[in-house]
């Protein structure tokens, strides 16, 4: 593997990403296979459409589009109103308790907090 190949490589099947077939996730911004010439043969990894607000072209590779190819993580992290029903809380009460440090928790830069199912879920039980 030099730094060479893993420019062009995709990153849905690893493979080589020939030039007619170079597209970026607009999500993680990895190359994808995506086959822009009908007379040439290729798989694509991913999907491109018109973005109906902005009317440009969005582009997305199937693991951004297929978050389930990630088993449960994202679906584990919650926000507050979520993890507080998750918990049978209120979300002031699981709001002090992060901020006492008695549950695991994240503040993301925009300033949401960010909670782990199971840290919540052993919060609840000790509560
Ligand atoms: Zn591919
Ligand atoms: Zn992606």
Request: negative net charge; contains cysteine; hydrophobic residues 40%.
């Amino acid at each position: 593997m030099t730094s060479e190949a893993s420019t062009t490589v995709c990153i849905v099947c690893h493979l080589t990403v020939e030039p007619y077939m170079v597209a970026h996730c607009g999500v993680c911004g990895e190359l994808y296979h995506l086959n822009s010439r009908a007379d040439l043969p290729g798989e694509d990894c991913g999907q491109v459409w018109i973005n109906e607000e902005h009317l440009g072209l969005e582009f997305a590779c199937n693991i951004c589009l297929n978050p389930e190819a990630e088993p449960g993580a994202l679906d584990d992290v919650l926000d507050l109103p979520e993890a507080a029903a998750a918990a049978n809380l209120s979300e002031a009460e699981l709001e002090r308790a992060a901020q006492l440090g008695h549950v695991k928790h994240r503040r993301t830069s925009s300033g949401v907090l960010l909670f782990v199912r199971g840290d919540v879920l052993e919060f609840a039980v000790s509560h």
